[in-house]
């Protein structure tokens, strides 16, 4: 912006400067003209005592001697009779001219003009008064005034190239400040506000400070409405309480057995899960939370995929686990993981008949871990429309939030969700791409035909 505002202040600055100096100063080149050619006259007129009193070569001679441009050479008097006095430039015919019509002639020579003037001496008889005026004298001083229009133009310039910088500073100060409080609130930082008083704030345009004033209510509009969601949060969240201390007294009657097992696995997972949202939420923005980085992304699909096992059982489902081997890494929170396998998980339980097949499969490259959910159902008739959903449209019971937890658990790595046919059962088939080298992202389209082949990928494989 401010460049801008500098080319344009030249520009402008440019025009108005030529449209003044330009004219200025082709009128000194037309005054200094003037101004030799009014000196010639005047030293011509200066020999008409003279020539009115005798005509006499030797006076006569004498009188040129006298005046400045006679005793430099450039005054010539032609008396009548033919006798000429002093250096003669101009040609007969123009002399002859200047006689007959009695009237004043500028005339080209060598050198320069020639300004020949009649003076009327003794029985009406006509002299001839000649003034060399050089090229020297018509130009006198036109430099000197061109290179000082000049330099005044190259001023004008500079102080409205200055002006234009310094306004252009100050919007160019206000507009990035206002850029760094928007990351910075951005990244995460709910302190950060815009300078709309004091030195910063009146520097700045009043368009800018009333964007700041805007940001700023934003901002704290942000900050209020992340304290209504963490009370709300908590609150919803300690409200499970009861019910979830039902669930496991009920869940320690039932006795020995898998299903029991499974039964009170759940319950104490669900209140670690509470307990943590109840945390989550009543933790202050600024403090940093205690995170584990990075988990084993093997042992938590074993693990989940061994819980889901049991109800699998009950249901008649064929299951299948592959590339379930050795260790792999993944920079996710163990918990979080889990929670986007169970989600996977639980649309193949809620979205298709008991007794549909089922598979998970996970591949490791490079730069990602792909975990593969498919299912032997009817598949999506939308894939795209289905992977948008999280406002209650999966049907009874459904949130329509278990593929967003998944999608933004693979987004924070890079990764992404992509939704497909399986390749093995012919139903729906879920693509859960972690990103384990973020320096090394696709960019988003290619992520995206990245996932949605990656059915494909595990075939050749």
Do not use: Y
């Not at 520009?11 to 101004?35: E, K, N, S, Y």
């Not at 409200?239 to 759940?266: E, I, K």
């Not at 943590?276 to 933790?283: C, D, K, L, V, W």
């Amino acid at each position: 912006m401010r460049w801008a505002m500098v080319k344009a202040a030249v520009a402008g600055t440019t025009m108005v400067a030529l449209a003044f100096l330009i004219p200025l100063g082709l009128m000194v080149q037309q005054t200094a003209r003037d101004r030799a050619f009014t000196a010639a006259e005047r030293q011509a007129a200066a020999l008409g005592p003279a020539l009115a009193i005798t005509t006499d070569p030797d006076a006569i001679d004498r009188a040129l001697a006298s005046t400045d441009a006679g005793a430099r050479g450039r005054v010539a008097v032609h008396l009548p009779g033919g006798t000429t006095v002093g250096a003669v430039r101009a040609s007969p015919a123009d002399i002859g001219s200047v006689e007959d019509q009695g009237r004043s002639f500028t005339v080209a020579v060598p050198g320069g003009f020639a300004l020949l003037q009649p003076v009327a001496v003794d029985n009406g008889r006509i002299a001839v008064v000649e003034v060399h005026v050089v090229d020297g004298d018509l130009t006198h001083g036109v430099s000197t005034a061109w290179l000082v229009l000049s330099l005044v133009a190259l001023a004008l310039v500079a102080i409205s190239v200055l002006v234009a910088d310094r306004m252009g500073a100050r919007i160019v100060g206000s507009a990035r400040r206002l850029a760094v409080a928007a990351r910075s609130l951005g990244s995460g930082n709910l302190a950060v506000r815009v300078p709309v008083d004091g030195r910063q704030g009146a520097d700045a345009p009043e368009e800018l400070r009333e964007a700041g004033q805007a940001f700023n209510a934003m901002a704290d509009r942000v900050v209020h409405l992340l304290a209504a969601e963490r009370e709300l949060a908590a609150d919803l969240s300690h409200r499970l309480r009861t019910p979830l201390t039902v669930l496991r007294l009920n869940a320690a009657s039932l006795g020995d057995g898998d299903a029991a097992d499974a039964t009170r696995h759940a319950v104490s997972q669900l209140e670690r899960e509470v307990d943590q949202i109840i945390r989550s939420a009543r933790r202050a923005p600024d403090d940093a939370p205690a995170v584990t980085l990075g988990c084993d992304a093997v042992e938590v699909i074993r693990e989940r995929v061994g819980f889901w096992s049991a109800l699998a059982e009950d249901e008649g489902r064929p299951w299948q686990l592959a590339g379930a081997e050795g260790a792999v890494q993944v920079p996710v929170q163990r918990g979080d993981l889990a929670a986007a396998v169970d989600a996977l998980l639980g649309n193949v339980f809620r979205h298709t008949p008991v007794g549909t097949a089922f598979s998970v499969d996970l591949m490791a490259t490079p730069d990602s871990v792909i975990v593969l959910v498919g299912d032997a159902g009817a598949g999506f008739a939308d894939p795209d429309t289905a992977i948008e959903r999280g406002t209650g449209h999966g049907g009874d019971g459904s949130t329509g939030l278990g593929l967003d937890i998944a999608r933004k658990l693979a987004e924070d790595t890079g990764g992404e969700v992509a939704l497909g046919r399986s390749a093995g059962l012919g139903g729906a088939e879920i693509a859960l791409r972690i990103q384990t080298r973020p320096e090394a992202a696709e960019p988003r389209q290619a992520r995206r035909r990245a996932g949605r082949f990656a059915g494909a990928a595990r075939r050749r494989a």
